[in-house]
């Protein structure tokens, strides 16, 4: 596996969580670009840090989102914003280094977000111009 930083992905997460997610803290949160997986279905990631490692390491909680090349890079831009939603939805409301399941991830919730997302964002393009 290869990683590296991916800028445009990380902008556009910023993005969107200073419009869905104002409790992710921005700094603690970076995006990377993976190449080389074995996995079949799997799109993009949410890893952290958990809770005995943060404590034995006195650091605060960090979560990397991941995101798979081979896949990642052929979908639409709509289906991106959707993946990326997906991942930050992962990242619980107290960010503490655990994770939000599938129970609340799920795609009712997500396009529920997308549609927010995407008229909260007209709305501010539509201010500007």
């Given at each position: 596996m290869k990683y590296e930083f991916a800028e445009?992905?990380?902008?556009?997460?910023?993005?969107?969580?200073?419009?869905?997610f104002p409790h992710i803290r921005l700094e603690r949160v970076k995006c990377f670009r993976?190449?080389?997986?074995?996995?079949?279905?799997?799109?993009?990631?949410c890893h952290s840090i958990g809770k005995l490692l943060q404590?034995?390491?006195?650091?605060?909680?960090f979560y990397v989102l991941e995101f798979i090349s081979e896949r990642f890079d052929k979908l639409s831009e709509e289906e991106k914003t959707k993946v990326i939603i997906h991942e930050l939805m992962h990242i619980p409301k107290n960010f503490g280094g655990g994770f939000r399941h599938h129970d609340h991830v799920c795609s009712k919730n997500i396009e529920k977000n997308f549609k927010i997302?995407?008229?909260?964002?007209?709305?501010?393009?539509?201010?500007?111009?």
């Open positions: 445009d992905i990380q902008k556009k997460a910023e993005e969107i969580s200073k419009i869905l993976s190449y080389g997986t074995n996995s079949r279905r799997t799109v993009a990631r404590k034995a390491l006195d650091v605060k909680p997302y995407k008229k909260t964002k007209n709305e501010r393009e539509e201010n500007f111009s």
